[in-house]
């Protein structure tokens, strides 16, 4: 089934969505920036291809507190600070945002399951929105994510001919259109087919769209052992923006803070990048920026490959591209480890 | 430019007078450009990039490049010379160990900028006569390059280089109008709740990245205090949202006196916090209390914060309240 | 009310405190009922913590074969520890565990003549291994152990060799310092070195836990003796934060200490990333 709903109208949808869930979706900032926010009336959609932080935030957000300990003399008492999520609707999440859901469900819901992270997955549903207009700095289908027919998610839905076309793909999605009520009409397919198609002819153009991620599973110590590393890492500024803005980025530290009512545990992100990552009263096995550098793009490319089938952990939305001070991303690691170069500057700017 | 650039490198090279060239390596795309060392001519024909993008102060590099043997030629723009004779004066670059080739700019491109305006899908850049030309997948667009600058790079403070072994192009002067202060004074007209709220609004974005401190010319530490778990600091995300603006009113304050006013913090800033504006707010306050005073400058120079004496130097809080209300 | 959270740490209790070296206590501990926490493998860790200090994971040292309580052989290193080593009987500490996949007490090792070759607080994570099959001594052939130190004050646990160990049947044990010491009669010599000159047969199967160099050459001297790097065990330390394969820094290569390890053969090891 397929609905739609004129673009002028999607306060109407939000609204109607909001009465059961919070709804959250891309909203232009000030500063040319799009940033998840909680909708309210008049939030309007962003057309910005994507936010700043990814949508990874809802699931495994910058911090999740855990627990608060209140210590008397020899005696400690543990209150649980963890609260069952509430349902919510994340719409207009890019493809490639939703497929790191996947990735990070791999760690976070394997037994021990994270309870914090679970109970968010289960509680929230996800509009993937297509995405109308690709940029240079994207190489999604690289990993097999298709922008332009979203796979992932509860709905998929397209922006085009001044309509907002919604696509069930799941029950959960079924019934969260159900609940939009009266605003949504049915629709025939043919504007989505139009739509996707006019992606796919983007899609082809981009810079990007050549390049593939190796299967290097068997060849774990030659590419740890490459000599590409020393130059890569060579001006690193050792900063956390990459592991930051990245949706696949899973690693996370865990921390006491004295809030003066007792002592909190939370857990936060942390980066492979901080040269304290890895350090014991012993020292650290990743002495320079280089070994860091290199983990976190063996993390990647090869060694959750290694763990999960063959699935890479990126899903090339392109911020690392966009955030890094020094411009260095995965994109230029995975060219240099299959021995391409990027090209050269050319003639005279 | 670049290929006076190349050439000249290339000359210096072949002449021993250094064995390799701290410069910008081209990316993927016009504007992605990567500091780099190159060693040979080979390197330099095929990667060294100098454009409207080459926005990297090299000047933090040094650091580590002059420790090395041997003599690094490195091309640093004027506000990057500011940022050199700082760190000189601080023992932190050898200078024997720079060749300093100063090279001429006029501000250089916000890529976010061109973003913030719509264009989209960019995959090559030109500059014609103060007109950046960008081609996108969607079709070229032209827009002035001064409207499209960095933020540093609008409010310039100098165009003059103060510090070279030998220059590539014109040097400038500096800038005596330059508005660089417009938006502190606006904050200090502000009333202390509503500063407070504009930070708040600010640093709420803040990632704890550490972007801003890794770049920093003048955060030389061996080991920063956030990164000491003894401090009872966090070098992350800390429970109380209150520490991300300990962090960065901490480091505004560790570099009082020794920020030039580079502005990386805020180019590099994932979240377009304008954390320039925390440094500026001292450079003022200095200027004002302590008489004109440019960090890196002169090398050798002492900022008035290590310069005390006891006759002429008015006790801040005896000079004004803090505050605004 | 959500499921139990393993990031979440239990309630203990210290019922003991032992000061085994200078720098060495050893820790034992019940849940607030009296009893054992959780049963382990040998081999297993737990994670320790005191809330606003720290927590860090540790080897369980007691044999799992031990049904009252677990202890903890701790060296003073670092933050946590430390502090640790200023608390008194009676405090209650937040346990969470056990982790890690122990050494296959019930696979490769049953049958098998045993090697257990320790250096300084090395001793800690073999302990338990070495009293599980002290105590289940049918399943296992005889029982090697050389252990070292700098000096005879360092020794960890060295009234129960002496009392228990040398006295087990078909235990055979091995002590060494780095350098003479008043008082010392025994063997004076670097772990690896003895190793050698005892010119151990190759049929049996060696563990070894120590500092990373004593490891090294260890495992050098072994293979000099003959030895296959797939009969050789190990036990390796990184830092932790979460113990169940999830925070991402103990990992070596694609395996995570935390919960594909900590103990590893030598040729599982050597097919890693060299970076630990």
Known sequence: ?349 | MQRELINRARELLADGTVDRVLGWQAGQFAYDITPAVFTDAGELEAHFVYNEFCADNLSKYLIKESEKEGKVLAFLKPCDTYSFNQLVTEHRIRREHVYVIGVESYGKADVEKLRARGISGITGVETVSGMLKVHTMYGDESVPLNEVMLDRCLTCKSKKHVVYDELIGEDGDVVADSGRFDMVEKLERMTAKERFSFWQGELSRCIRCNACRNVCPACTCENCVFDNPGSGLQNRAARDNFEEKLFHIIRAYHVAGRCTDCGECSRVCPEHIPLHLLNRKFIKDFNELYGPFQAGEVSGQMSPMCAYTETADPEASVVRKGGAE | MMQREELIPMLGQVTDIRQDTPDVKTFRVVGCDGKKLFEHIPGQCAMLSIPGVGEGMFSITSSPTNEAYMEFSIKKCGCLTNYLHSIEVGQQILVRGPYGNGFPVEGFFKGKDLLFIAGGIGLAPLRSVINYCRDKRENYGALHILYGSRSMDDLVDYQEILNEWTRSPDTHVYLTIDREQEGWDGHVGFVPNYVTELNFPTTLVPVICGPPIMIHFTLENLKGLGFREEQVWTTMEMRMKCGIGKCGRCNIGDQYVCKDGPVFSFDKLSALPDEY
Request: net charge negative; charged share 30%.
């Open chain 1, 1 to 349: 089934m397929l609905y739609r709903i004129s673009c002028t109208e999607m306060d109407a949808l939000f609204a109607a969505l909001s009465e059961t869930k919070t709804v959250y979706l891309p909203a232009d900032r000030e500063d040319g920036q799009a940033s998840f926010v909680k909708w309210t009336e008049g939030t309007a959609l962003s057309n910005r291809l994507n936010t700043v932080r990814s949508a990874k935030d809802f699931f495994f957000p910058q911090i999740q507190p855990l627990a608060r300990f209140r210590r008397e003399g020899q005696k400690i008492e543990i209150t649980d600070l963890r609260e069952e999520s509430e349902d919510f609707v994340i719409f207009g999440a890019r493809a490639c945002d939703v497929r790191s859901f996947e990735i990070l469900d791999r760690v976070f819901l394997a037994d021990p399951v994270d309870t914090s992270y679970q109970t968010r997955r289960e509680h929230a549903a996800i509009v993937t929105m297509a995405c109308a207009r690709p940029e240079e700095t994207c190489f999604c289908t690289a990993f097999d994510i298709d922008p332009a027919k979203p796979a992932d998610g509860d709905v998929r839905a397209y922006i085009a001919d001044g309509y907002c076309y919604l696509e069930p793909l799941t029950e959960k999605g079924e019934t969260l259109l159900a609940g939009a009520g009266e605003c949504l009409e049915e629709s025939d397919g043919a504007a989505v087919e139009a739509e996707a198609g006019r992606i796919r002819a983007i899609l082809e153009k981009l810079p990007l769209a050549s390049l593939k991620p190796a299967d290097n599973r068997e060849k774990e110590l030659d590419v740890f052992n490459s000599p590409k590393w020393e130059e890569m890492a060579s001006h690193c500024l050792g900063c956390g923006a990459c592991t930051f803005v990245c949706p696949t980025c899973q690693c996370f530290d865990i921390n006491d803070f004295d809030s003066g009512h007792g002592i909190e545990r939370y857990r936060c992100w942390d980066s492979c990048m901080y040269h304290d990552f890895t350090l014991m009263a012993s020292g650290t096995p990743r002495l320079t920026q280089k070994e860091r550098f290199r983990q976190r793009f063996m993390h990647k490319l090869v060694y959750y490959p290694i763990r999960y089938d063959g699935v890479f952990s990126c899903v090339g939305c392109g911020r690392c591209l966009r955030k890094c001070p020094i411009n260095m991303n995965i994109v230029k690691v995975m060219k240099e480890l299959t021995g391409v170069r990027p090209a050269g500057a050319g003639e005279e700017a």
